[in-house]
């Protein structure tokens, strides 16, 4: 094969014929399960341009997942009301995050033009951004970057470019019992205290799946540890991965976590902590308002995650941003509505009537915000803290290494030190599949 | 004797008694091919086309960089996939998971079917009722489960714990072997009475003038049981256990919501979803499917051979 000659599929009869028939064979594919590749490979997407945002009319859709919290479709209507010249919509196009990925992976390939602008999972902006199914937002991040909080912005960040704006983070929290165990102030003192009673056992995320990652990397971001370093080499295959892996499996087998963890994801874990059984629970900020509905309202507190012993506390962000898709065609509506949404004024409402954590600083010294919200101040010290996960379009591949071995582990079918090696492995495979 | 009842699977009988000519046989097939030739053809276009084109998919390598690019990689990704340790687990799982659940739900659904077709007041509503945790969506039943089986708060454990029975402090779906339990029972619990309700069909084809001859030589009720009730039950058996073997060997959903693969619960269903979607590998993800679709293919043949063939021989014995 004539390796200089650009891979064309159509440079034959009998390709074009091959061509056409998967062509017919993909559509219907596509329309049955929705599944298959895309039509397109990865191309350059233009700019967003901040000023486009003044002059801007017309309507925008706003699309993403389920609303529970009615903050999508408020901020919508908020904006509608505020701009007078451009309506915003917002569209649910899938019930879980799972399955809004799915729909908006979709969306973009098909480069349908539905949605102007898509609520990202922080972890989805360098697949899509490597697919070319992003705007390119550095313009507008930088015109807006005195009003974000530096950590959020990295999370749009791909390839020394920001393909989105963040609408609002999220961090890990432990909740306490005061009556029982201290306030945590490292990693050794949460489980050492854990550790004395079975009533004050730690709890968290630690089914087999993608928040077992979090709760694995916000103890190896802690310890110094990493997964890709700056470059993009692997680097788990370290000291600190084994020593938090050992902590957490010795954790599990001293009764510092309940055994019981490892059949938690978020709600089983928040279900368990409410019966008063256990000391600590590591969840998100969601949950400060659902225990303050229980008995537990007068006996809990919060503090944000702890670090090592000597070292410096390091969290994982989450949260969602705002994607502008490469084939809207109301851009400049798009830019309008991000800049209303990260205003210093909106953020506030994101706290108070949402309870979401802001993406705007001084949002979280703001005396009706903290009286909606007590712990902000706990949260901005998380939320300051926190690194991004490892930034990769193969980003899903990389998470499934990191929780199926941590799992294996933590379940006791593999040892650390055959889990390290096999999730060094995996994750540089992974990363050679792109 | 009755000679108009359909058993399930069976082949529409025609008249038997008159004598037919080679020249009306054929006449007939050729209108027979002629009124299913629209549905053929759909059935080609919905069903065979997509595989065809899964199948041509399986035999390239796709990068996620190169979304639309694809480079012809012949069989490498089933040989990547056959000699691979996720495979053969997820294989292993699987059938054992088929294996457990389909045989307690022909056995519970067996019973079930004789308890309705007992004549009693309130059949008709029991009938209605037994049906329902079919009806329930199973990722909603399958969440139920997981609630149930949870240590400290689930129902099952309180129990357990409760009546001072094993099991009440086990992290049952955090261990192996007991994940696996959880989700059988979710299973069976969830389709006997899908098993049921096409054995009861098959109970009510066997005619109350086979029970009478049978009393008349009496025979006691152990004996009419194994003797009559459960060969000419067979065919509605066999049928369920197609069915049931069939679903067992894709399942998704119940292990995908409660354990997410973990303690030896991966399906080969969840392990070409997981390439195919989470990972948007759609060569090895579609070579994993193909591998299914070819696992459960190659059973239902074996089903059919060994055990439909009766399906025919019951019909024809019937008449």
Known sequence: ?434 | MATKTIVPGAPPSAPSNAPRTNARDRAERRLAFRMTAPSLILMALVAAVPIGYAIWLSLNQYSVRTAGLSRFVGLDNYIAALTSQEWWAAFGQTFTFAAFSVTLELILGTAMALLLNLAFKGRALLRTVVLLPYAIVTVVSAITWQTMFQPDLGLVTNVLSALGLPGGDVVWLGERGYAMAVIVLADVWKTTPFAALIILAGLQVISAETYEAAELDGASKWQTFVHITLPLLRPAIVLAAIFRTMDALRVFDLPFVLTRGANGTESMSMLAYGELRENRLVGEGSALSILTFLTVMVVSVIYIRFGGGNIRDVAKEEQ
């Open chain 1, 1 to 434: 094969m004539d390796l200089n000659r650009p891979a064309s599929p159509l440079h034959n009869k009998r390709n074009r014929k091959t061509l056409a028939a998967t062509a017919i064979a993909a559509a219907l594919l596509l329309s049955a399960c929705g599944g298959g590749a895309a039509p397109q490979g990865a191309e350059q997407a233009a700019a967003a341009d901040p000023a486009s945002g003044a002059n801007a009319s017309g309507a925008v859709n706003i699309c993403g997942v389920k609303d529970a919290s009615g903050i999508y479709k408020g901020t919508a209507e908020a904006f509608t009301k505020a701009n007078g010249k451009v309506t915003a919509k917002y569209t649910e196009i899938g019930a879980t995050t799972d399955e809004a990925r799915t729909q908006i992976v979709q969306r973009l390939e098909g480069k349908s033009t539905e949605c102007d602008l898509f609520l990202t999972d922080v972890i989805w902006t360098s697949e899509f951004a490597s697919q070319g199914w992003l705007l390119d937002q550095t313009k507008l991040v930088e015109a807006n970057k005195d009003r974000l909080i530096p950590s959020t912005v990295e999370t749009t960040k791909y390839q020394d470019k920001y393909w989105a704006s963040p609408f609002f983070t999220n961090a890990g929290l432990i909740y306490y019992l005061k009556d029982k165990v201290a306030k945590p102030e490292s990693w050794q003192q949460l489980y050492a205290e854990a550790a004395k009673a079975p009533g004050n056992a730690y709890v968290y995320q630690g089914k087999q799946y993608e928040g077992l990652t979090v709760n694995f990397l916000e103890m190896l971001y802690s310890a110094g540890g990493e997964v890709l370093n700056d470059q993009g080499d692997v680097k788990i295959d370290s000291k600190e991965t084994r020593d938090v892996l050992n902590f957490m499996s010795d954790g599990l087998k001293n009764g510092s976590a309940d055994r019981a963890v490892l059949t938690y994801n978020e709600d089983p874990a928040r279900l368990a902590y409410e019966s008063g059984d256990f000391g600590y629970q590591r969840n998100w900020p969601h949950v400060y308002r659902l225990l303050n509905a229980t008995p537990l309202a007068s006996s809990f507190g919060v503090a944000p995650l702890p670090a090592w012993e000597g070292g410096k506390a390091s969290g994982v962000l989450g949260g969602w941003n705002l994607a502008i898709s490469a084939h809207s065609t109301n851009q400049a509506g798009a830019v309008a509505f991000i800049d209303f949404a990260t205003t210093p004024d909106w953020q506030k409402h994101v706290a108070m009537d949402y309870s979401q954590a802001p993406v705007n600083e001084a949002a979280y010294s703001d005396a009706a915000v903290l009286q909606k919200m007590p712990f902000a101040t706990e949260l901005l010290a998380s939320v300051k803290g926190a690194k991004p996960r490892p930034i990769s379009p193969v980003y899903p591949q990389i998470s499934q290494a990191i929780y199926k071995n941590v799992y294996a582990v933590l379940s006791g079918t593999a040892s650390t030190e055959d889990a390290v090696k096999k999730m060094a492995d995996e994750i540089t495979t992974a990363k050679a599949s792109f």
